[in-house]
């Protein structure tokens, strides 16, 4: 019944217990249980977010040094395009948009997968346990992993061409990185 205190619903499923045979039988107090869940899937939000840090801490170092191997594999056809008048704004925006492409097009892709796959999981899931199919999208984490991806981005490609953007470009285009 609703509105039962905790105590009355203990002392009512003791009670029922009483009448049990054999350990097969067990009684499951809904709302006891209930709360229980939702305190799993609490649990299983925050580790979903530390494995989210920890993944895009790891992309940030990973991509970080790709750029700057890039850069430097590149430098002296970066050098000779700062040479022919391409500012170090141009040059910045140049491998900005390149990684930022690269970037969003994985993240779509890795939405669209991840969202079908977990469809597929959740409903045989479901199928499995005769529950009618439901699939909470969570907004909040997608929105939160795209923002910290994109500042990511930003300084794992702004700090290796600062540092040759403050070269000299003679110096680039001698390959000196």
Known sequence: KDGISTERRDEIANGIRSFFKDDATFLLDMEATVATVDNILSIFQIFVAVVGAIALILAFFL???STTQNIKENIWEYGCLRAMG?????????????????????????TIVGFILSSVVTAQ????MEFPFALDFPYGLLYTMVIMSVVTTFYAVWVPVSEVN????AQAIKGNA
């Open 125 to 128: 899931f479901f199928l499995f």
């Open 63 to 65: 991509l970080l040094i």
């Open 166 to 169: 403050n070269q000299k470009i």
């Open 86 to 110: 391409f500012t170090k704004a141009q040059g910045m925006r140049c491998f900005m948009y390149e990684q930022y492409s690269v970037i969003l097009a994985s993240l779509v892709l890795g």
